[in-house]
């Protein structure tokens, strides 16, 4: 028994390293989000051509280019804002749950698989990009997990 809670005060988190991990994965998911909304709007013809290649939303294309953008930059907002960060936490969340139901969708059913990313992520294949959301999705919940018990 005595060693069981010696072992949970070794793990346990102090909460300035906790605040500091919510920090740092905050600051990963702003720049994932601020650098694929510039790429997105910087080449947004190439975005919005690789959107209207995907026949389940070609009919939606012109509005998600411009919505998908603007999105990543008010959740970078968000984030960057300490007392709307964990909002921003829940909305990156959501989008990359959206993002990555999006990617296993065109990987089951699209016959021609487009890439419409930009940047370096545009280098990785389908399956590595569903696996680096997972991992993205992975962090956001944990930073929402530390924020939830800073705040208990």
Not at 46 to 68: D, N, T
Request: proline share 3%; aromatic share 14%; net charge positive.
């Amino acid at each position: 028994m005595e060693s069981r809670i010696i072992m949970k005060r070794r793990f346990a988190s102090t909460e300035p390293t906790k605040e500091w991990l919510i920090t740092g994965i905050r600051l990963v998911c702003m720049f994932l989000f601020l650098y694929t909304a510039y790429a997105k709007l910087v080449d947004h013809d190439r975005f919005l051509k690789g959107l209207s290649g995907v026949h389940l939303i070609s009919g939606l294309a012109v509005f998600i280019s411009w919505f998908v953008p603007l999105i990543e930059i008010l959740t970078f907002i968000l984030l960057l804002i300490p007392y709307t960060a964990k909002s921003g936490l829940y909305l990156f969340l959501a989008m990359m749950v959206v993002f990555t139901g999006y990617i296993s969708g065109v990987l089951l059913w699209a016959k021609i698989i487009p890439c419409h990313c930009g940047g370096v992520i545009e280098n990785l294949s389908w399956t590595q990009h569903l696996w680096f959301n997972l991992a993205f999705i992975g962090l956001a919940i944990i930073a929402l997990r530390l924020h939830k018990s800073n705040n208990q």
